[in-house]
């Protein structure tokens, strides 16, 4: 006799923030702002640094450390579900703990810490892109550049990714 197998699915619970991600007309405004926050930390930080011309420097690199800013926060926010689409793990651990991670970060101490992994990696990533792929080429010296890659992976790391769902 053989024994059934049974599969469940369960709906993944998506935070407000990831829904509203999906609104073309959110777009229109999370792109602008996304890109005139990483020029205000790329001015702010080369000014504060004593760079000759901050302002041509900070358009200069802008663009890529924009996309690339993009690309790390994807990367993070997939980890943030990353174990929902594990979902043979099981029941509870999907029900209990992601399900929490993503609707409420501040439930317990293990949904704050999957957060604040998310955060980091992406901080983390935020700081590679910029340091050795946006100002690799820069004119520069190397702890100028270690220190606007620092300054925009901590201005400008998703600390979104800790506003509750509910």
Do not use: C, H
């Not at 509203?20 to 080369?46: G, K, S």
């Not at 100028?144 to 600390?159: E, H, N, W």
């Amino acid at each position: 006799m053989k024994k059934k197998t049974e599969i469940r699915l369960y709906n993944m619970i998506m935070p407000l923030w990831m829904i509203a991600a999906f609104i073309p007309q959110l777009w229109l405004i999370v792109l602008p702002a996304n890109w005139l926050i990483d020029f205000l930390v790329l001015w702010l930080t080369m000014k504060f640094l004593k760079l000759e011309r901050p302002g041509a420097l900070a358009v200069r690199n802008v663009w890529l450390t924009w996309m690339f800013g993009f690309a790390a926060d994807l990367v993070g926010g997939l980890l943030m579900i990353a174990p929902s689409l594990g979902m043979s793990v099981g029941k509870d651990l999907f029900y209990y703990g992601i399900t929490r991670v993503l609707n409420n970060p501040f439930y317990d101490i293990w949904s704050f810490l999957w957060t604040t992994f998310g955060v980091v990696v992406t901080a983390v990533l935020i700081f590679i892109y910029n340091r050795y792929i946006v100002l690799k080429k820069a004119d520069m010296t190397e702890v100028q550049k270690r220190k606007i890659a620092l300054s925009l992976a901590i201005f400008t790391a998703p600390y979104l990714f800790y506003l509750p769902a509910m």
